[in-house]
């Protein structure tokens, strides 16, 4: 290594000290390698390397950094650096570690995904968003973007159109979800802690691992980072999955009383027709509109979740609490319109781009967050109460 390299390492290292206050900033040659170990606070002792002509390129544009109230991003004239969160396959980060996810644009900006932030190592540091279990660079990944020059910059609107563009190409060729994140540390809530070790305790020493069935697998895909209306459409593929069950359930249930009558053996002509009536209302049961229904209170406490449900919906009720003494036709009122409330939401997703027509009973964009809390819990519940079923009622459906 050159002197001349060595003093790029050494003026970055006293920008960052000085004139950043990062007082716990290292930087050191690597003597065997043309780059240097950056080490910034709480970082591992190994130190994270870069080569010494992209360190030439940080320290070029250093005194323009810019931070942001929202911690979503660092840049300079000429470089942003804005977090994402990725998930994908284990060779993920292998393949972001050896640089190859990168594209250059025909208008000569290079936008690539990289680990180990460096600008966004600085912002955590001088924000002081790390402790010993969220480093302030090596815990990040981020996209960045470096243009030609300070005048060729895109608006925000448009940085990030761009970014959905790039990984628009990633998600296709290598299955990649992405959002995008922020290095603001989060909040340690002692007594959130406190809740999460006994439920952890819990978990490991009084509740047993379950015969698996495939409703845990939809579950567990509903629990991924997804956009509210995409985790809604996920929890209710269980209530579709599931509300077959519980439709056929109370079919054999009802033919098992009718072939336990006295007129089983003198039957006549109304008795017969009784059984077609009874294979109508199965019929009806399994229509798209009716078929969650027959799950809501039959297959989790509807009276233990209901204030989970979004305030909205507990006007469209017109049912501010529901408990267990409420009369069986104000239970049956809500079993029946919140299903419907369930359905047309369902609709109103999968439509949406079609001119979908209102049916009065869709639950609004912005309250399905605190509808996925309730859908989260009664899925949950649903997929135990499957479980707990006697094995001649565990009746087999397609996925």
Request: with cysteine; hydrophobic share 35%; proline share 3%.
């Amino acid at each position: 290594m050159t002197q001349q390299e060595k003093r790029i390492g050494e003026d970055f290292k006293n920008y960052l000290r000085k004139e950043l206050k990062i007082e716990d900033f290292d930087c050191r040659c690597n003597k065997t390698h043309n780059s240097f170990y950056i080490y910034f606070p709480n970082e591992d002792l190994e130190g994270i390397e870069y080569e010494a002509e992209n360190l030439q390129i940080y320290l070029n544009e250093i005194s323009s950094l810019k931070f942001y109230d929202d911690y979503s991003k660092v840049t300079t004239d000429s470089i942003t650096q804005k977090v994402i969160q990725i998930s994908s396959n284990k060779n993920l980060n292998h393949l972001i570690s050896l640089g190859v996810f990168w594209k250059e644009t025909p208008e000569g900006f290079m936008i690539k995904i990289i680990d180990d932030p460096l600008l966004i190592g600085i912002g955590a540091s001088i924000s002081e968003n790390y402790d010993h279990y969220t480093p302030p660079c090596s815990s990040h990944l981020a996209i960045e973007i470096i243009y030609p020059d300070s005048n060729s910059r895109l608006s925000d609107l448009k940085e990030d159109e761009l970014i959905k563009i790039f990984m628009f190409e990633l998600s296709h060729a290598h299955n990649i979800s992405f959002e995008f994140s922020t290095y603001k540390l989060k909040e340690y809530d002692l007594d959130d802690a406190k809740i999460d070790f006994m439920q952890a305790s819990d978990f490991v020493y009084n509740i047993p691992l379950e015969d698996y069935n495939y409703g845990m697998e939809l579950f567990i895909n509903a629990n991924q980072r997804l956009s509210s209306d995409l985790q809604f459409m996920s929890y209710y593929k269980i209530f579709e999955y599931f509300a077959p069950i519980q439709a056929r359930i109370e079919a054999f249930q009802s033919m098992k009383l009718k072939l336990s009558s006295s007129k089983v053996y003198n039957h006549d002509a109304n008795f017969i027709s009784s059984i077609f009536d009874l294979a109508r209302n199965y019929d009806h049961s399994i229509k798209d509109s009716e078929l969650v229904k027959s799950l809501i209170n039959s297959a989790f406490d509807l009276v233990d979740l209901y204030d989970e449900l979004p305030k909205s919906i507990h006007k469209k009720l017109k049912q501010n609490e529901l408990k267990y003494n409420s009369k069986a036709e104000t239970k049956d009122k809500i079993i029946n319109e919140l299903g419907m409330a369930l359905y047309q939401t369902r609709n109103s997703i999968v439509h949406a781009k079609s001119n979908y027509d209102s049916k009065g009973y869709e639950v609004d964009l912005n309250d399905l967050p605190q509808l996925n809390k309730f859908m989260h819990k009664a899925c949950f519940s649903i997929i135990k109460w499957y479980v707990s079923l006697p094995k001649h009622l565990k009746i087999n459906i397609d996925k």
